[in-house]
């Protein structure tokens, strides 16, 4: 069992930053690094989305087409801890953000893929 907590979630305006934080904890057995961290996101009334996830290692991450180029995600294994830094925010960009957990290989896209879940950080931009 994994448990995640988000945080960094607020209210922004169009064209401006934020950063999201996701701490993970209770990996018994594994370390935070063996995992495949994921980004998703959820606005009222739309299915759950893709936005980002990251290797193990850090080296390999992969975007969604509405996010790439604006968002970046991170993680520092030393610290447990995996980031969203969103520039250039868009009112589309509004949903509550959700940091997802995948416990086997290879860098998934799909929600139904990843094990664990956190209960989410609302971002909203707004002017």
């Known amino acids: 069992q994994v448990h995640v907590v988000e945080s960094g979630g607020g209210l922004v305006q169009p064209g401006g930053s934020l950063r999201l934080s996701c701490a993970a904890s209770?990996?018994?057995?594994?370390?935070?690094?063996?995992?495949?961290m994921g980004w998703f996101r959820q606005a009222p009334g739309k299915e759950r989305e893709f936005v980002a996830a990251?290797?193990?290692?850090?080296?390999?991450?992969s975007y969604s087409h509405s996010v790439k180029g604006r968002f970046t995600i991170s993680r520092d294994n030393a610290k447990n801890t995996l980031y969203l830094q969103m520039n250039s925010l868009k009112p589309e960009d509004t949903a509550v953000y959700y940091c997802?957990?995948?416990?086997?290989?290879?860098?998934?896209?799909?929600?139904?893929?990843?094990?664990?879940w956190g209960q989410g950080t609302q971002v909203t931009v707004s002017s």
């Open positions: 997802a957990v995948r416990a086997d290989n290879g860098i998934h896209t799909a929600p139904s893929d990843y094990h664990y």
């Open positions: 209770g990996a018994s057995g594994r370390t935070f690094s063996s995992y495949i």
């Open positions: 990251i290797s193990g290692s850090g080296y390999m991450s």
